[in-house]
Protein backbone atom coordinates (compact mmCIF):
# COMPACT_ATOMS: atom_id res chain seq x y z
CA UNK A 1 0.00 0.00 0.00
CA UNK A 2 1.48 3.79 -0.88
CA UNK A 3 0.67 6.64 1.23
CA UNK A 4 -2.22 7.75 -1.32
CA UNK A 5 -4.05 4.62 -0.52
CA UNK A 6 -3.58 4.93 2.57
CA UNK A 7 -4.55 8.42 2.68
CA UNK A 8 -7.68 7.21 1.22
CA UNK A 9 -8.63 4.21 3.48
CA UNK A 10 -7.78 7.20 6.56
CA UNK A 11 -10.23 9.64 4.74
CA UNK A 12 -12.60 6.51 4.01
CA UNK A 13 -13.20 5.61 7.97
CA UNK A 14 -15.81 8.04 8.97
CA UNK A 15 -18.14 7.72 11.76
CA UNK A 16 -21.55 6.31 10.93
CA UNK A 17 -24.17 7.13 13.24
CA UNK A 18 -27.70 5.55 10.83
CA UNK A 19 -26.98 1.64 10.05
CA UNK A 20 -29.08 -0.40 7.13
CA UNK A 21 -29.89 -3.45 8.84
CA UNK A 22 -28.92 -5.47 6.09
CA UNK A 23 -26.06 -8.96 7.51
CA UNK A 24 -22.59 -8.37 7.35
CA UNK A 25 -20.78 -11.64 6.36
CA UNK A 26 -19.26 -13.28 9.78
CA UNK A 27 -15.81 -13.25 8.11
CA UNK A 28 -15.44 -9.60 7.99
CA UNK A 29 -16.44 -9.60 11.59
CA UNK A 30 -13.69 -11.57 11.89
CA UNK A 31 -11.33 -10.25 9.75
CA UNK A 32 -11.89 -6.58 11.48
CA UNK A 33 -11.36 -7.92 15.26
CA UNK A 34 -8.14 -9.88 13.63
CA UNK A 35 -6.59 -6.82 12.13
CA UNK A 36 -7.53 -4.46 14.94
CA UNK A 37 -5.66 -6.96 17.41
CA UNK A 38 -2.26 -5.51 15.60
CA UNK A 39 -2.66 -2.21 17.47
CA UNK A 40 0.31 -1.01 19.30
CA UNK A 41 0.02 -1.52 23.37
CA UNK A 42 1.79 -0.11 26.17
CA UNK A 43 4.50 -2.93 26.90
CA UNK A 44 2.38 -5.22 24.77
CA UNK A 45 -0.17 -5.67 27.09
CA UNK A 46 -3.06 -6.74 24.86
CA UNK A 47 -5.41 -5.55 27.50
CA UNK A 48 -8.61 -6.20 25.36
CA UNK A 49 -11.07 -8.85 24.14
CA UNK A 50 -13.70 -8.72 21.93
CA UNK A 51 -17.71 -10.36 21.67
CA UNK A 52 -19.63 -10.04 18.90
CA UNK A 53 -22.98 -10.07 19.62
CA UNK A 54 -25.33 -10.41 16.16
CA UNK A 55 -28.88 -11.92 18.25
CA UNK A 56 -31.61 -9.57 18.02
CA UNK A 57 -32.76 -10.01 21.16
CA UNK A 58 -29.32 -9.02 23.08
CA UNK A 59 -29.04 -6.15 20.52
CA UNK A 60 -32.13 -5.09 22.00
CA UNK A 61 -30.64 -5.35 25.63
CA UNK A 62 -27.67 -3.44 24.88
CA UNK A 63 -29.57 -0.69 23.58
CA UNK A 64 -31.79 0.11 26.08
CA UNK A 65 -28.88 -0.32 28.49
CA UNK A 66 -27.01 2.68 25.96
CA UNK A 67 -30.86 4.90 26.39
CA UNK A 68 -30.56 4.61 30.18
CA UNK A 69 -26.77 5.77 29.88
CA UNK A 70 -28.07 8.74 27.26
CA UNK A 71 -30.37 10.19 30.24
CA UNK A 72 -27.51 10.52 32.20
CA UNK A 73 -25.60 12.71 29.41
CA UNK A 74 -28.40 14.39 28.54
CA UNK A 75 -28.98 16.19 31.61
CA UNK A 76 -25.30 16.44 32.30
CA UNK A 77 -24.69 18.35 28.82
CA UNK A 78 -27.92 20.62 29.74
CA UNK A 79 -25.23 22.16 31.79
CA UNK A 80 -24.32 24.52 29.22
CA UNK A 81 -25.83 26.64 27.00
CA UNK A 82 -27.29 25.37 24.38
CA UNK A 83 -25.17 27.23 21.43
CA UNK A 84 -22.15 25.18 23.08
CA UNK A 85 -23.88 21.77 23.62
CA UNK A 86 -22.47 18.51 21.59
CA UNK A 87 -24.23 18.90 19.03
CA UNK A 88 -26.50 15.84 19.76
CA UNK A 89 -28.02 17.62 22.75
CA UNK A 90 -28.30 21.12 21.07
CA UNK A 91 -31.73 20.00 21.84
CA UNK A 92 -34.61 21.99 24.40
CA UNK A 93 -35.72 19.46 26.93
CA UNK A 94 -39.04 19.21 25.04
CA UNK A 95 -37.20 17.68 22.37
CA UNK A 96 -35.40 15.06 24.19
CA UNK A 97 -36.21 12.03 22.03
CA UNK A 98 -34.43 14.21 18.89
CA UNK A 99 -31.57 14.10 21.18
CA UNK A 100 -31.80 10.53 21.63
CA UNK A 101 -32.38 9.82 18.47
CA UNK A 102 -29.22 11.07 16.94
CA UNK A 103 -27.04 8.71 19.26
CA UNK A 104 -29.86 5.82 18.42
CA UNK A 105 -28.63 4.80 14.65
CA UNK A 106 -26.83 1.87 15.74
CA UNK A 107 -29.84 0.06 16.86
CA UNK A 108 -30.45 -1.32 13.17
CA UNK A 109 -26.54 -2.23 12.91
CA UNK A 110 -26.87 -5.90 12.67
CA UNK A 111 -23.73 -6.67 14.27
CA UNK A 112 -21.85 -5.17 17.95
CA UNK A 113 -17.97 -5.90 18.62
CA UNK A 114 -17.97 -4.89 22.00
CA UNK A 115 -14.96 -4.13 23.10
CA UNK A 116 -13.66 -5.39 26.97
CA UNK A 117 -10.91 -4.10 28.84
CA UNK A 118 -8.84 -5.71 31.22
CA UNK A 119 -7.41 -2.94 33.84
CA UNK A 120 -4.88 -5.45 35.43
CA UNK A 121 -3.32 -6.42 32.21
CA UNK A 122 -2.43 -2.39 32.33
CA UNK A 123 0.49 -3.58 34.74
CA UNK A 124 1.87 -5.44 32.08
CA UNK A 125 3.35 -2.02 30.85
CA UNK A 126 6.56 -0.36 32.41
CA UNK A 127 4.96 0.68 36.12
CA UNK A 128 3.73 4.34 36.15
CA UNK A 129 4.77 4.72 32.36
CA UNK A 130 2.34 7.27 30.72
CA UNK A 131 -0.30 7.25 33.83
CA UNK A 132 -1.27 10.23 35.72
CA UNK A 133 1.15 10.77 39.12
CA UNK A 134 -1.95 13.36 40.64
CA UNK A 135 -4.86 11.29 40.26
CA UNK A 136 -3.50 7.85 39.44
CA UNK A 137 -5.04 7.28 36.09
CA UNK A 138 -5.18 4.55 33.81
CA UNK A 139 -3.84 6.66 31.36
CA UNK A 140 -1.95 3.95 29.83
CA UNK A 141 -5.41 1.75 29.07
CA UNK A 142 -7.12 4.51 27.74
CA UNK A 143 -4.58 5.57 25.09
CA UNK A 144 -3.73 1.53 24.40
CA UNK A 145 -7.77 1.17 23.90
CA UNK A 146 -7.42 4.14 21.64
CA UNK A 147 -4.91 3.09 19.13
CA UNK A 148 -6.99 -0.43 19.15
CA UNK A 149 -10.03 1.51 18.38
CA UNK A 150 -8.55 3.42 15.39
CA UNK A 151 -7.18 0.35 14.14
CA UNK A 152 -10.34 -1.24 14.18
CA UNK A 153 -11.95 1.54 12.47
CA UNK A 154 -10.28 1.64 9.75
CA UNK A 155 -10.22 -1.85 9.15
CA UNK A 156 -14.14 -2.09 8.72
CA UNK A 157 -13.86 0.98 5.90
CA UNK A 158 -11.14 -0.94 4.30
CA UNK A 159 -14.21 -3.97 4.11
CA UNK A 160 -16.44 -0.88 3.02
CA UNK A 161 -18.60 -0.73 6.56
CA UNK A 162 -19.78 1.93 8.37
CA UNK A 163 -18.52 1.24 12.17
CA UNK A 164 -19.51 3.88 15.34
CA UNK A 165 -17.45 4.19 18.95
CA UNK A 166 -20.27 4.07 21.12
CA UNK A 167 -19.37 5.41 24.80
CA UNK A 168 -20.88 3.94 27.74
CA UNK A 169 -20.98 5.66 31.11
CA UNK A 170 -21.87 3.18 33.71
CA UNK A 171 -21.42 -0.55 33.30
CA UNK A 172 -23.77 -2.97 35.29
CA UNK A 173 -26.09 -2.94 32.90
CA UNK A 174 -23.55 -4.20 30.11
CA UNK A 175 -22.00 -6.83 32.65
CA UNK A 176 -25.63 -8.17 33.75
CA UNK A 177 -26.54 -8.70 29.59
CA UNK A 178 -23.36 -9.71 28.81
CA UNK A 179 -21.79 -11.34 32.04
CA UNK A 180 -18.19 -10.27 31.43
CA UNK A 181 -16.66 -10.85 35.43
CA UNK A 182 -15.20 -8.28 37.31
CA UNK A 183 -12.65 -6.10 36.94
CA UNK A 184 -13.02 -6.55 33.26
CA UNK A 185 -14.66 -3.46 31.82
CA UNK A 186 -16.86 -2.73 28.84
CA UNK A 187 -14.44 0.01 27.17
CA UNK A 188 -16.37 0.65 23.88
CA UNK A 189 -19.72 -0.64 21.81
CA UNK A 190 -18.67 -0.63 17.86
CA UNK A 191 -21.98 -0.94 15.81
CA UNK A 192 -20.36 -2.79 12.48
CA UNK A 193 -23.06 -2.06 9.07
CA UNK A 194 -23.45 -0.65 5.83
CA UNK A 195 -23.87 3.35 6.59
CA UNK A 196 -27.91 4.41 5.54
CA UNK A 197 -26.54 7.75 4.18
CA UNK A 198 -23.59 9.22 2.06
CA UNK A 199 -20.77 9.94 4.40
CA UNK A 200 -18.43 12.62 2.81
CA UNK A 201 -14.84 13.17 3.79
CA UNK A 202 -13.78 13.66 7.18
CA UNK A 203 -14.05 17.45 8.69
CA UNK A 204 -11.10 18.79 10.49
CA UNK A 205 -9.41 21.60 10.86
CA UNK A 206 -6.91 23.74 9.21
CA UNK A 207 -3.69 21.59 8.71
CA UNK A 208 -2.31 24.71 8.68
CA UNK A 209 -3.72 25.94 12.34
CA UNK A 210 -2.57 22.81 13.91
CA UNK A 211 1.09 22.19 12.90
CA UNK A 212 4.02 23.93 13.87
CA UNK A 213 7.91 24.00 12.57
CA UNK A 214 11.45 23.83 14.42
CA UNK A 215 9.52 26.46 17.20
CA UNK A 216 5.92 26.61 18.22
CA UNK A 217 4.55 29.36 16.29
CA UNK A 218 2.32 32.08 19.18
CA UNK A 219 0.43 32.89 16.32
CA UNK A 220 -1.31 29.85 16.14
CA UNK A 221 -1.82 29.88 19.93
CA UNK A 222 -5.59 29.77 21.25
CA UNK A 223 -5.99 32.47 24.11
CA UNK A 224 -8.63 31.67 26.53
CA UNK A 225 -10.80 34.36 24.93
CA UNK A 226 -10.80 32.49 21.60
CA UNK A 227 -11.98 29.21 23.28
CA UNK A 228 -15.68 29.70 22.54
CA UNK A 229 -15.50 30.77 19.33
CA UNK A 230 -13.60 27.09 18.58
CA UNK A 231 -16.06 25.37 20.42
CA UNK A 232 -18.85 27.25 17.70
CA UNK A 233 -16.32 25.60 15.22
CA UNK A 234 -15.80 21.84 15.85
CA UNK A 235 -19.74 21.98 16.67
CA UNK A 236 -19.90 23.21 13.11
CA UNK A 237 -18.10 20.27 11.79
CA UNK A 238 -19.61 17.48 14.03
CA UNK A 239 -22.86 18.41 13.52
CA UNK A 240 -24.39 16.99 9.89
CA UNK A 241 -22.73 13.54 11.09
CA UNK A 242 -25.87 13.48 14.11
CA UNK A 243 -28.26 14.83 12.04
CA UNK A 244 -27.66 12.23 9.27
CA UNK A 245 -28.89 10.08 12.12
CA UNK A 246 -32.75 11.11 12.10
CA UNK A 247 -32.46 11.92 8.10
CA UNK A 248 -31.83 15.55 8.47
CA UNK A 249 -29.07 15.42 6.40
CA UNK A 250 -28.26 13.09 3.39
CA UNK A 251 -24.54 13.67 3.33
CA UNK A 252 -22.44 13.42 6.17
C1 LIG B 1 -12.88 8.73 22.59
C2 LIG B 1 -13.98 8.93 21.58
C3 LIG B 1 -15.30 8.87 21.98
C4 LIG B 1 -16.32 9.00 21.04
N1 LIG B 1 -17.61 8.84 21.46
C5 LIG B 1 -18.60 8.82 20.52
C6 LIG B 1 -19.92 8.46 20.88
O1 LIG B 1 -20.20 8.10 22.04
N2 LIG B 1 -20.88 8.49 19.93
C7 LIG B 1 -20.60 8.84 18.64
O2 LIG B 1 -21.49 8.86 17.80
N3 LIG B 1 -19.35 9.18 18.26
C8 LIG B 1 -18.34 9.14 19.16
N4 LIG B 1 -17.04 9.43 18.78
C9 LIG B 1 -16.76 9.78 17.37
C10 LIG B 1 -16.42 11.26 17.17
O3 LIG B 1 -17.54 12.06 17.39
C11 LIG B 1 -15.90 11.42 15.74
O4 LIG B 1 -14.72 10.68 15.61
C12 LIG B 1 -15.61 12.86 15.36
O5 LIG B 1 -16.79 13.62 15.34
C13 LIG B 1 -14.96 12.96 13.97
O6 LIG B 1 -15.80 12.38 12.99
P1 LIG B 1 -15.28 11.19 12.06
O7 LIG B 1 -14.96 10.02 12.96
O8 LIG B 1 -16.43 10.87 11.14
O9 LIG B 1 -14.08 11.67 11.32
C14 LIG B 1 -16.02 9.29 19.68
C15 LIG B 1 -14.67 9.33 19.28
C16 LIG B 1 -13.67 9.13 20.21
C17 LIG B 1 -12.24 9.14 19.76
Not at 41 to 63: A, C, L, Y
Not at 138 to 147: A, F, R
Not at 219 to 231: I, T
Amino acid sequence: MNYDEFFELVRRRRTIRKFKPDPVPDEYITNIIKASRYAMSGGNSQPWEFMVVKDPKTRGKIFKAFVEDFDMMYYLELQRTPQYRHPAFNVPPEEKDKARDMLSGWKDAPALIIVLEDPRKMFGSVLCARSDFDTCSLSVLGVTMGHLGMTLHLAAASLGLGSQHVDVLTQDAYRRILKYPEPLRLSVIVPVGYSAYKAGPPRRLPFKSQVHYEEYDMSKYMCNEDFLEYLDKIRALGRPGYRAAIGEAKIA
